[in-house]
């Protein structure tokens, strides 16, 4: 059973808005942490949200007071509503889950589970 399935990638222009989800299931629905990775031409894999199993979350970057992570424990699924987009925003995202607490900057080390990322392409 695949723990993690993105889903709600896509293309949209600069100034717009996508929601990814992330179904989650099993154990991965109640990890310490779940978190939002990206990765874009050129660069290494960088978290961009994360969120505890207390609610507590985190942004890095250029993602604080744009994107809003969220979890809906009943639909199993984890979310991350991304507005006011640009087009360094460009790669394929990624939700991962971990046994241990959030750290405010998510390690990619930390997180054992992994979906199949979805893309999301800003164009100017």
């Known amino acids: 059973q695949v723990p993690l399935v993105e889903s709600g990638g896509g293309s949209v222009q600069s100034g717009g808005s996508l929601r990814l989800s992330c179904a989650t299931s099993?154990?991965?629905?109640?990890?310490?942490?779940l978190a939002w990775f990206r990765q874009t031409p050129g660069k290494e894999r960088e978290g961009v949200a994360s969120?505890?199993?207390?609610?507590?979350?985190h942004y890095v970057g250029s993602a604080k007071g744009r994107f809003i992570i969220s979890q809906d424990n009943a639909k199993h699924t984890l979310y991350l509503q991304m507005s006011s987009l640009r087009p360094e925003d460009t790669g394929m995202y990624y939700c991962?889950?971990?046994?241990?607490?959030?750290?405010?900057?998510?390690?990619?080390?930390?997180?054992?589970?992994w979906g199949q990322g979805t893309q999301v392409t800003v164009s100017s």
């Open positions: 991962a889950a971990s046994m241990y607490v959030c750290s405010r900057i998510p390690n990619e080390d930390d997180f054992g589970h």
């Open positions: 099993g154990g991965t629905q109640s990890s310490a942490c």
């Open positions: 969120r505890d199993i207390n609610g507590d979350t």
